[in-house]
């Protein structure tokens, strides 16, 4: 069982791979899941679009892209993540890219939880539980010494 971490067509984030794969356990564990297999492949605008077209037959940009392998209660996927569209909306919403990238790379793990975003209500109700696990990310680990 692994997080494992690709770049497809473009420059791979800055992102610490053990750190925020140690911040994702943590996440998962705190909706009482573990981590499987969970892949994030970072790509372009146009592979997203590829992507979206080939599997969901939907014809425009994202952000994210999440295929969920899940079985009980170990999360496992395929997060695609446009870095493109990450940097877009960080400009956007006026934050770093760092920032935006870690909330949709988390964004991936809470929708293989079971959150969803795209019903009446759901996504603010997404945005309370990413920024929970954000201020997750920036909160040490307490030791088990």
């Not at 690709?6 to 140690?22: G, H, L, Q």
Request: hydrophobic content about 35%; charged content about 30%.
């Amino acid at each position: 069982m692994a997080i494992s971490y690709y770049a497809e067509e473009v420059d791979f984030p800055a992102i610490k791979k053990r750190e925020t794969s140690e911040w994702i356990r943590r996440v998962a564990e705190k909706y009482g899941n573990r981590c499987g297999d969970i892949a994030y492949i970072f790509c372009s605008d146009e592979k997203i679009l590829a992507v979206n077209r080939e599997y969901l037959q939907h014809d425009y940009y994202t952000d994210i892209i999440t295929f969920d392998y899940t079985q009980g209660n170990r999360i496992s996927g395929d997060i695609f993540i446009s870095t493109d569209t990450v940097a877009s909306n960080a400009k956007e919403y006026g934050v770093a890219f760092e920032e935006e990238i870690h909330r949709i790379i988390i964004h991936g793990i809470l929708h293989l939880c079971g959150i969803n975003d795209k019903g009446e209500g759901e996504r603010e109700i997404m945005t309370i539980h990413e920024n929970e696990a954000l201020k997750m990310r920036n909160t040490p680990q307490k030791s088990a010494i």
